[in-house]
């Protein structure tokens, strides 16, 4: 089956300007994840969804950062008002139903480069 | 919080020789362990995992050790192929919680 999916794959924008990421989880998989990782630093957790339960936000660097789940699958995450230090890769994770143990199947990332 | 750390330097090895790779974390000793393997432009894979009370997994030519009494894992790939030459990632439970801490991750570079 299709693995999790990402989209743009690149994006580059202006200062100031917002920018919307999707993420497309795998078939069936309750629990999603959003990343950041910037060069040569580690995956740095932003916010993660599971089911119907309220999402951990403890990641998120600002108020500028948010982010949603529709229907329990298909993810946004939207950066408002955006500035160089968000240049990253933005990483989009699923797991079956978020156990501690469990694996994490990612997509391929979003580069965002901010101007 | 849990600190983790993993050699920034990259790991240059001969094709057939094993290569190692390390893990080192401070703090609370985690419930379980999780490599990854990432490339240029791509998501982690999983690998592997190794829990607390494992001191050893084995996965075709990978192999994880865990010491929680020195607070370290190794990862080791026996025989070594250009094909493994990517960026490995080591990922620990957060004490509880269902979202890992990642590594920066060791770049391996296998030379034929």
């Known amino acids: 089956g299709a693995g999790v999916s990402q989209s743009p794959s690149n994006k580059v924008t202006e200062k100031g300007k917002d920018v919307e990421l999707r993420c497309d989880p795998i078939?069936?998989?309750?629990?999603l994840y959003w990343y950041r990782q910037s060069l040569g630093q580690g995956l740095e957790f932003l916010i993660y969804?599971?089911?119907?339960?309220?999402?951990?936000k403890s990641g998120l660097p600002s108020d500028r950062f948010s982010a949603e789940r529709t229907g329990g699958s298909v993810s946004t995450l939207t950066i408002q008002r955006t500035q160089q230090e968000d240049s990253a890769v933005y990483l989009c994770?699923?797991?079956?139903?978020?156990?501690?143990?469990?694996?994490?199947?990612f997509g391929p990332g979003t580069r965002l480069l901010v101007l | 919080s849990q600190k983790i750390e993993q050699n920034s330097e990259a790991l240059n090895i001969q094709e057939g020789k094993t290569a190692t790779l390390t893990c080192n974390y401070t703090?609370?000793?985690?419930?379980?362990l999780q490599w990854y393997r990432q490339d240029p432009g791509r998501g982690p894979v999983f690998l592997l995992l190794?829990?607390?009370?494992?001191k050893e997994k084995r996965k075709e030519r990978l192999k994880v050790t865990f010491d929680t009494t020195l607070k370290q894992s190794l990862f080791h790939i026996t025989a070594s192929q250009p094909a493994d030459s990517a960026t490995y990632l080591c990922?620990?439970?957060?004490?509880?919680?269902?979202?890992?801490?990642f590594g920066r991750g060791t770049s391996l570079i296998v030379h034929p």
């Open positions: 994770a699923s797991s079956l139903s978020g156990g501690a143990q469990e694996t994490q199947y």
């Open positions: 078939s069936g998989h309750t629990a």
């Open positions: 969804f599971q089911g119907n339960s309220a999402p951990d």
């Open positions: 703090n609370y000793s985690p419930a379980y």
């Open positions: 190794i829990r607390e009370n494992e």
């Open positions: 990922a620990l439970d957060r004490g509880g919680s269902y979202i890992p801490t």
